[in-house]
């Protein structure tokens, strides 16, 4: 029986892998945190002399992607590896952690779903913090789930360490340790054994969370920095992401419509109190509170919610099993055992083919790059696209937006040698004249204080976009 089951992973793994190859073969383009992150990578490891800068960004993932571009690799191959083989390795962990919690027969149902799911999938390639996240995130629970059968204090210390980690690779998995810090505080035990088990795991966390607290406050005299800019960078430019109550809602359960069988799995944790099996309400006071904090945001895509997308798969595979085997036990059964699988599978692969897709924005670099050759370009680069960072070692300054374009510009143009300018990415609120005006100005002044060689029109997204090079040439 152990054989089948293992083959029965192996085969998961394995289309995991295969589909995550053939869509790394269409080469869709990275995202703007993507560059941000590499732009990161290089401003570490350049002491500042090239790449960017934000503040409110968590540092493993740069710091991981810098090492390998330090050491003369490819940092788009390297990125795109590391996502392939840690997409992998969180579905094995998912499995893990199914297995461990629920059942073998759960874990691998949860692990299927989870293996095959578009949001997951398109994150491969992307070079984002999520993967290397979620791999943190689930060994740290399992790690804690070992505390739990073992008593073993390393493990504790361990579990707090790693789910670390996972917080300094992306803010938001703090909940993974504040889930866990939940069920410890209010386990049935002595004062003195919680007391005991808190400080443990809380010192593991903070094996690497006080050293980036101390950088912080030497950095900008405020260890929190990071987390305050963050959460007010979240309140700006809503009108470009969702919105709405039930934003989460629609986009998680109605869009991918095998997750409505969460709903059941609802039914069987409260009406069985399974809340009393403490590795069970880890999973979900993780789901929950992560699903509540950003349904908080004001920002909304439905991309902040991978990280919990195994806890959710596992939730839908406990359901998924328990209906089946009441089908199958049946006398007469509703619906035949055989065809609620087939629905189950239709409900899985019929969104794929629309979620797989992201539309292309055009890619510049050859038509930059040669800008920069022509006109050689040694000093600073101002932008409203990040991409710079990922193919050019000028030290780059991010325009960041319409808000604070005109300020970046003025603070920065003596020292710079070429301005990229794309008005689409500098979008303003329908009917806010006030910054309209501002990036009318901002070109403006770029055309005034440097030369323009360039000018293209395309469409993305159905709008109609520009994007203008600026050189400072001498006369």
Known sequence: MKVWYKSKLLWILFISFFIRVLFLLVDYPLWWDSHVYIGISK??????????WESFRPLVHPI???AFWKAG?????VGKLLDLVLSVVVVYLTYLVGRRVFSEKVALVGASIFAINPLFIMFTGLILTEPLAMVFGLLGMLLFFDYLDSKSYLRLFFSGVVLGLSFMTKFPQGIFFGSCFLVLVFMKKSWLVRLKEVIVFGLGFSVFVIPFLVLNYILYQNILIPFTA????VTTATWLYGSGLFYYTFNLFISFPIFLFFFGYLYYFISGKRYFRYKELVLVLVFVLTFLYFHSVPRKEIRYLVTVLPMLSLFVGFAIVRIYNHLK???APKIRPRSFIVVCIILII?????KLYIERYPDVRDEVSSVLEEYNVERMIITSDPSFVSFTNNKIVSLDGAIFALKKYEDNYLDSDMVFINDCDLACEAGDESCASEVNQLILRASEDFSLVMEKKFQFQDRACTYLVFVGVEE
Do not use: E, H, K, R
Not at 43 to 49: E, L
């Open 43 to 52: 401003y570490i490891y350049t002491f500042g002399a090239q790449g960017i």
């Open 64 to 66: 991981i992607l810098g």
């Open 73 to 77: 690799f490819d940092v788009f191959f």
């Open 230 to 233: 963050g959460s007010w960078i």
């Open 329 to 331: 036990s049946s006398l």
């Open 350 to 354: 019929i969104v794929m083919p629309s």
